[in-house]
């Protein structure tokens, strides 16, 4: 079992920047892959970036590449998102999520956190 605690969201104006956090506990956090997602009202959820438990790969959703940056750091057991240049597309509950495997992009991830509210204004 893996929980997971996300923080750092919150309200920021367009063009500005917000770092959120997700600390996990439990398993070795290591052996997972990490990745965020996203889900604003009405709408699905949907993948924004992952990263691998090895090498640190990440992979990104087209919409925020060049913008979002996710790292980790295993002795933490911390798995960031730093957001820059946000748009009033971007706003919505943002999620990390958990995957004893591969990174993938669709929600197939074995734990989720509840999530940290975002919100951009003009």
């Known amino acids: 079992q893996v929980q997971l605690v996300e923080s750092g969201g919150g309200l920021v104006q367009a063009g500005g920047s917000l770092n959120l956090s997700c600390a996990a506990s439990?398993?070795?956090?290591?052996?997972?892959?990490m990745g965020w997602f996203r889900q604003a009202p009405g709408k699905e959820r949907e993948f924004v970036a992952a990263i691998t438990r090895r090498y640190d790969i990440t992979y990104y959703a087209d919409s925020v590449r060049g913008r979002f940056t996710i790292s980790r750091d295993n002795a933490k057991n911390t798995v960031y998102l730093e957001m820059t240049s946000l748009k009033l597309e971007d706003p919505a509950v943002y999620y990390c999520?958990?995957?004893?495997?591969?990174?993938?992009?669709?929600?197939?991830?074995?734990?989720w956190g509840q999530g940290t509210q975002v919100t951009v204004s003009s």
């Open positions: 999520a958990a995957r004893g495997g591969i990174v993938l992009r669709s929600t197939a991830y074995d734990y």
């Open positions: 439990g398993r070795t956090f290591s052996g997972y892959a």
